[in-house]
């Protein structure tokens, strides 16, 4: 399988392009890289391609919050300008400018 380069990064917020959730992306696997049960789970119509990046999101919609895990063909850019309520956002990242996070510098020696 070939892997190609992503097209959001980490901190990006992102929107889901079909079902109502929107998160910021903490990390991206190059192909997909969960179990073969999640991925058969996932009715056959709407299963996504493999080869493509897969992002992992702090995600939350109308009642809670969650990690969800995202194929990039099922992701568009959020352009609310709303930061992200999951409450782990300030365990990964700082300051929040309207579109993105910055990652949180570790100063871990």
Do not use: C
């Amino acid at each position: 399988m070939q892997s190609r380069t992503a097209k959001f990064q980490i901190g990006d917020i992102v929107k889901h392009r079909f079902f109502e959730f929107r998160g910021v992306i903490f990390d991206v696997d190059p192909v997909f890289a969960n179990t073969e049960e999640w991925w058969e789970s996932i009715p056959a119509d709407v299963r996504p391609r493999k080869d493509q990046p897969f992002y992992h999101l702090l995600a939350e919609n109308d009642q809670t919050e969650y990690i969800a895990y995202v194929s990039e063909q099922n992701l568009l850019t959020d352009t609310s300008e709303e930061p992200v309520r999951h409450p782990q956002v300030d365990e990964i990242f700082d300051a929040f400018d309207g579109s993105r996070y910055a990652v949180r510098v570790n100063n871990t020696h």
